[in-house]
């Protein structure tokens, strides 16, 4: 497949993210509804934290069977991926909470705004997307035009899910998101998928991988730390459970393709 062809791909599996943007300008749905569509997000990315971390470890997994079957493999370079993996999920929890310490200073201690929630759920799915661009670019590079169609299309199917996730804060807040701001958003979460189908076209690693997929691991466990914070105060638990069931399914569903794609 031509370089062109998979730059486009790329830019097609990360565009996607804008399907689920615009329900963040909903005008003050009722408190159920906005209870189901937090609750949805956190399935979401619960999905996502599991996918990202066991995409990060496996390339290590490889590493350490090579290592027991004495095929080879560096005991050396399996500890630096285990170190960075570990590192960077610490970093991208840790950055995240330092940011939010900082940027509520002087202020009682509550989540943040929705606002700086949205942006912080669109830089964890953006890191995790890069991922997702490496190995989209990787496979079309090598000539798997059959498997990088495919991850195309479950990366598609993924990220318009993931749009959904990133405007959950901002359902029913005071001031409606701008469609300028949608865009930015879509930009910082979506972007990173075609930014990364070109690094993958050049030049990939497992060691590159398993960075930013820790460092997106651990900012997406922040985020529902905080989305937990939310969902806990409803008044509405059962709607809760049932949104985060279907935040799941959305997300187990979706990656089926992806699945088949690497059988």
């Known amino acids: 497949m031509s370089f062109i062809k998979t730059v486009v791909l ?33 399935g979401v990315l619960l999905f996502l934290v599991v996918d990202v971390f066991s ?25 630096t991926d285990v170190a960075l ?10 950055s995240l909470a330092l940011y939010q310490r900082w940027s509520r200073r002087g202020r009682s201690a509550v989540p943040s705004t929705p606002t700086s929630m949205s942006l912080m759920i669109a830089s964890g799915i953006g890191l995790h997307n890069f991922g997702e661009g490496l190995a989209i670019g990787t496979a079309s590079h090598l000539g798997a035009i059959g498997l ?16 959904f996730g990133i405007v959950s804060p901002l359902v029913g807040a005071t001031n409606r998101p701008s469609w300028a701001y949608l ?11 075609t930014v990364g189908t070109l690094v993958g076209w050049w030049w990939s690693s497992p060691t590159l991988g398993i960075v930013f997929l820790s460092l ?11 989305l937990l914070y939310v969902a806990g105060r409803s008044k509405h638990q059962t709607t809760v459970f049932v949104g985060i069931t279907i935040g799941l399914l959305a ?10 794609a690497g059988g």
């Open 10 to 42: 790329g830019f097609i599996a990360g565009a996607t993210i804008v399907a689920g943007l615009p329900i963040g300008r909903l005008r003050a749905p009722a408190e159920r509804v906005r209870s189901l569509l937090n609750a949805v997000a956190i």
């Open 55 to 79: 995409n990060a470890y496996a390339p290590i997994k490889d590493q350490l069977q090579s290592l027991h079957d004495h095929r080879g493999g560096s005991v050396a370079t399996t500890i």
């Open 85 to 94: 993996l570990l590192g960077g999920a610490a970093v991208g929890l840790l």
């Open 148 to 163: 990088s169609t495919v991850l195309v299309i479950g990366f598609a199917l993924h990220n318009a899910t993931e749009g």
């Open 183 to 193: 865009g930015l958003v879509a930009l910082i979460g979506g972007g990173p998928t």
């Open 216 to 226: 997106a691991g651990g900012s997406i466990i922040f985020v529902i730390s905080q």
């Open 251 to 260: 997300g187990f569903l979706t990656d089926i393709v992806v699945a088949i």
